[in-house]
């Protein structure tokens, strides 16, 4: 449908345009919550429910644009999204789970604000409409005489970057659940960079770029880079400042060995 084509391609433009002003204000705004928690945001709510809200769309309008495109029964099409969706699960059930084990609860110290969890729930509103449209509607698969080349080699790189991030998500859990305070991560690729976590995602959804091999996994992409690259910089900057000399000199932000 023409209408469709048009929400498409426009809200295709839009996740390449809100990347660069992301990238801008977060280098100089630190999203308000975690380790960067500040008064003056507004109602907060409980840590995992603010992350199993903002990350549901991924899940639930995903399975229901899904069925409705042209490719909805290719096993091409079935085999991406099935590696999208496994990221989401994830992020949207398990990791708030973990989290409540963890011993997180809702307070003034560690509350999530409402308004950033609404940001986040409407972008994941915007990216899985694209993905979700993309891979099941508008993606050529019958002419397309790399995609096997092009799936093989990015599931690859999407299956190591997911368990990065499953891993150091797990440390990072660890450390909460042993009570006392923000403490130094260490062991495995916390010895390369501050942010493992932000690494892997970073990784899986370049691997998703390579796997699609088209505008919406690219824009995916660049606005994970967009978004997580300056927020590795500020968690970075902040373990410096909270930790001094006992911080590790030579562990870099979010790339090893480089930034």
């Known amino acids: 449908m023409a209408s469709d084509q048009t929400l498409f391609h426009n809200s295709l433009l839009a996740l390449y345009l809100i990347g660069p002003p992301t990238a801008i204000s977060l280098r100089f705004l630190q999203a308000p919550y975690g380790k960067h928690n500040r008064p003056g945001w507004g109602p907060t709510m409980s840590v995992p429910l603010a992350w199993f809200l903002m990350e549901s769309p991924t899940l639930w309008l995903t399975l229901l644009l899904f069925p409705s495109g042209d490719n909805s029964s290719n ?4 085999l991406l999204i099935s590696l999208f969706l496994l990221h989401y699960l994830n992020r949207t059930c398990l990791y708030p789970i973990r989290l ?3 011993g997180t609860r809702r307070n003034s110290a560690t509350g999530f604000p409402v308004v950033v969890a609404l940001m986040a729930f409407v972008f994941n509103l915007l990216n899985s409409y694209l993905q979700t449209r993309s891979v099941s509607h508008y993606m050529d698969y019958d002419r397309d005489e790399w995609f096997w080349w092009r799936f093989f080699g990015g599931a690859v790189v999407f299956v190591l970057g997911m368990a990065v991030n499953i891993w150091s998500d797990g440390v990072l859990v660890k450390l909460k659940m042993a009570g006392g305070g923000y403490k130094v991560p260490t062991g495995g690729w916390f010895e390369l960079v501050s942010c493992p976590n932000y690494l892997g995602e970073i990784v899986e959804w370049l691997g998703w770029a390579v796997m699609c091999g088209s505008w919406a996994g690219l824009g995916f992409f660049l606005y994970t880079c967009a978004n997580l690259v300056p927020r590795a910089r500020a968690n970075h ?10 911080y590790p000199r030579d562990r870099k932000a979010v790339i090893p060995f480089l930034y």
Do not use: C
């Not at 096993?75 to 079935?78: F, G, I, P, R």
């Not at 900057?237 to 006992?246: A, I, P, S, V």
């Open 237 to 246: 900057t902040w373990y410096l400042n909270k930790f001094g000399e006992d």
């Open 75 to 78: 096993y091409k099409s079935l």
């Open 100 to 102: 409540l084990r963890s």
